[in-house]
């Protein structure tokens, strides 16, 4: 047994017992002057949560659920309370993108835009580093980080093999900083961290995205947009991805002169393996694209007055009914109609995420607590001594302990835990709470130093590759591009593209309202 195995099976047990240990600390402490029982109590339920989540005591699905038992035996909520928030409609959205993904994955779409996207870049080491990145990035807005990643790293691995000779344990345990080693170390990492930039680029590409939207909504009642996402999202996740390619390809790993012999033959192998672009494919990038421009459109057409005139009840359609409604027309466009096959089947969409679902209910079930009993409230009035603050210095701070304290535990649980108090500080700072909320998730999914940061980083620790060391050394660069560059697109372009004023609360920012 490695080191770091039993070093995972200790943190197990310490958080097993802690856990349950901080909780009974908490119900038998009383609760601090000003707040109200009901929130001392959800509280302690978090920091149950926050600790069994941090150390995987249990299954984190499992933790999630805690919510729908403790919150009605506590006496914080009634039972129909503490369960509705895990049927929230940005739930539905999320699943309507997961069926699209596992659509696509089903009839290989997928694979056939990444290595078309590979090809068209070009095959030398640089350019091949970029066809790699753009092909991941551009999956990742769409499809699961984990999965599209899983998906390239065979791909990188036969790349690698081919230009350079070398296997994965010859490049983890090389300590030469050749060209060819360069190559394969700097493929391995834009594969990595291209899927978490990819994934920041839509509301559904990473879970801590949904997981904001949602939050935001259940606490102060304002919706989040599809389209006003990638406004923002977009452009950050293509300057950031710029960035680490020249960081990763002319600085860190530099591949000089190399040539690749064969690349392209490569490439061209696995694209006709797949042979012609099957119907299939075909019916799914219509509906695929149905669905995303519906997305982007959306927000438009609940104005317009033509749209209006012919549905006046347009404004009842949410991103959620986007999503399942593609979902819907996958299952029901035939395939083989005598054979009864679609281009979707229930074997086959039983594949998605269902962790994640929960996972993200359980955030929004926290966020309802913090709510409901005012301990946002609280939160926010304890932190009144920030008023005054530098916002930059503030964003940069919150970006800063969001992205370190993601590289030791999962992303997804990060941005549960940190958006509602990033909210209160926020108003309590007397600024608007998008400054803190959308610092604070964007860069939960911006940790790069350790495979246990971001599921992609642990995909490709795990071919073997790349050490903890050496993961560790390039991540810690681009940890600090990600601080610098998150930090300015919140202060300057989130105002200018969402159409707010970073300086001042909003209306709406009441907790709860």
């Known amino acids: 047994m490695s080191d770091t195995t039993k070093d995972s099976g200790s943190g197990k047990r310490i ?155 010859t490049l983890r345990t090389s300590t030469s900083n050749g060209p060819e080693f360069n190559f394969g170390k700097g493929l391995m990492f834009g594969i990595a961290y291209s899927a978490s930039m990819g994934g920041v680029a839509t509301i559904i590409g990473t879970p801590p995205n949904t997981i904001m939207v ?86 438009f057409l609940k104005k317009a007055p033509f749209v209006l005139d012919i549905m006046p009840n347009f404004g009842y359609i949410h991103d959620a009914t986007i999503g399942i409604l593609g979902a819907l027309i996958l299952f029901a466009i035939p395939t083989n109609f005598k054979k009864g096959e679609f281009l979707l089947d229930w074997k086959t969409a039983v594949k998605i995420p269902w962790d994640v679902i929960l996972l993200f209910g359980g955030g929004l079930a926290i966020a309802n607590g913090f709510a409901k009993t005012g301990l946002a409230t609280y939160i926010a009035s304890q932190l009144g001594g920030l008023a005054g603050s530098s916002l930059i210095v503030f964003v940069a701070a919150v970006v800063l302990i969001t992205i370190f304290l993601t590289e030791i535990t999962s992303n997804t649980a990060t941005a549960t835990l940190l958006v509602p108090i990033m909210g209160s500080a926020a108003i309590a700072m007397g600024v608007h709470p998008y400054a803190t909320i959308v610092g604070a998730c964007v860069a939960a999914s911006f940790a790069f130093m350790l495979p246990v940061a971001t ?21 810690l660069w681009l940890n600090i591009l990600g601080t610098v560059l998150i930090t300015a697109f919140v202060v300057y372009l989130l105002p200018a593209v969402w159409g707010i004023d970073l300086s001042i609360v909003p209306d709406w920012g009441i907790i709860p309202k």
Not at 232 to 248: C, I, T, Y
């Open 455 to 475: 599921p992609p980083n642990a995909v490709v620790f795990g071919s073997g590759c790349i050490t903890i060391k050496q993961m560790a050394k390039a991540g």
């Open 214 to 299: 949602g939050m935001v909504e259940k606490l102060f009642g304002v919706e989040i947009g599809f389209g006003q996402w990638m406004m923002f999202g977009v452009p950050l996740s293509v300057v950031m991805l710029a960035l680490s390619w020249v960081l990763l390809t002319k600085i860190l790993f530099p591949t000089g002169n190399m040539q690749i012999a064969g690349g392209d033959s490569i490439i061209s192998k696995e694209i006709d393996k797949l042979g012609p672009m099957s119907s299939e494919e075909k019916k799914i990038v219509l509906v695929g694209s149905f669905v995303a421009t519906f997305w982007l459109a959306r927000g």
């Open 15 to 169: 958080g097993f017992f802690l856990g349950p240990i901080v909780f009974v600390i908490m119900l038998m402490v009383p609760a601090p002057e000003g707040m109200k029982i009901e929130a001392w109590r959800v509280a302690a339920v978090t920091a149950l949560m926050a600790i069994w989540w941090i150390t995987e005591a249990i299954p984190i699905p499992a933790t999630s659920l805690m919510p729908i038992a403790l919150f009605p035996l506590l006496g914080v909520m009634k039972s129909n309370a503490a369960t509705a928030p895990y049927a929230n409609h940005l739930i539905y959205l999320f699943m309507g993108g997961f069926f699209l993904a596992v659509a696509m994955e089903r009839w290989n779409l997928h694979r056939r835009v990444a290595l078309h996207t590979i090809r068209l870049v070009g095959t030398s080491p640089s350019r091949m580093i970029m066809g790699f990145m753009l092909a991941t990035a551009f999956l990742s807005m769409w499809v699961s980080n984990t999965a599209t990643t899983m998906m390239m790293v065979p791909i990188g691995l036969a790349v690698i093999q081919q230009a350079t000779g070398f296997d994965s344990q």
